[in-house]
């Protein structure tokens, strides 16, 4: 009669919870991890690509926009200096609106600083649109009108890429209107209006005295 020998074959278990398997990502979570990560990348960079091409076409434009705030300051302290016609017995008015190539200017006739021997003096101003820039020019202090309207001026160009200038004055009795040339009324305030090449228009409202 036979033995009964031992059966070896041990009875399966499951693994101890700790021991059921390496830990780390399988491949399709890996492959779905760099997926979304490349859309994020993406998003990114459209994002920051706009960024750029936005502060390069606005750089140029805000440039151009403050030099015409720093021009419309220049033009502010010369209205502010304006001379009064009562003072001044050679000159009709202080404030007038030639037209020169066909176009609007402003001229003005301000007191400037004293001489060095103490003297009042006086310089005529003139804004104008010229060859597509607004142009400031100033004759050097005189000690009368008729010596700065006949000096050399100097020439400061303000802005580029303007079209024109438009420049009314202000009437109690009448509001906004453009004086003849030869109109002696005292303005007490001037309007500009400055319009660019690409159509934008910027206003400014500014005091005489």
Do not use: K
Request: proline share 7%.
């Amino acid at each position: 009669m036979m033995s009964r020998l031992p059966s070896r074959v041990a009875d399966a278990s499951p693994a101890p919870p700790g021991r059921r398997g390496a830990p780390g990502f399988t491949l399709v979570e890996l492959l779905v991890a760099i997926w979304i990560m490349a859309i994020v990348s993406i998003i990114a960079w459209r994002g920051l690509s706009a960024l750029v091409a936005t502060r390069d076409r606005l750089g140029p434009e805000a440039d151009d926009v403050r030099a015409l705030l720093i021009g419309f300051g220049q033009m502010e302290r010369d209205l502010a200096h304006a001379a009064n016609p009562t003072l001044v017995s050679q000159v009709g008015t202080s404030i007038s609106v030639p037209v020169i190539d066909g176009a609007q200017a402003l001229q003005i006739l301000r007191f400037s600083e004293p001489l060095p021997d103490g003297a009042s003096a006086v310089q005529q101003v003139t804004y104008a649109v010229i060859d597509g820039a607004l142009m400031r020019q100033c004759s050097p202090p005189a000690r009368s009108v008729q010596a700065a309207g006949s000096a050399s001026a100097g020439t400061v160009r303000l802005v580029t890429g303007v079209a024109s200038m438009r420049v009314r004055v202000w009437r109690a009795s009448e509001g906004w209107i453009v004086p003849a040339p030869n109109d002696v009324t005292v303005a007490p305030g001037v309007e500009v209006v400055v319009t660019r090449t690409d159509g934008t228009s910027l206003r400014r409202v500014l005091l005489v005295g």
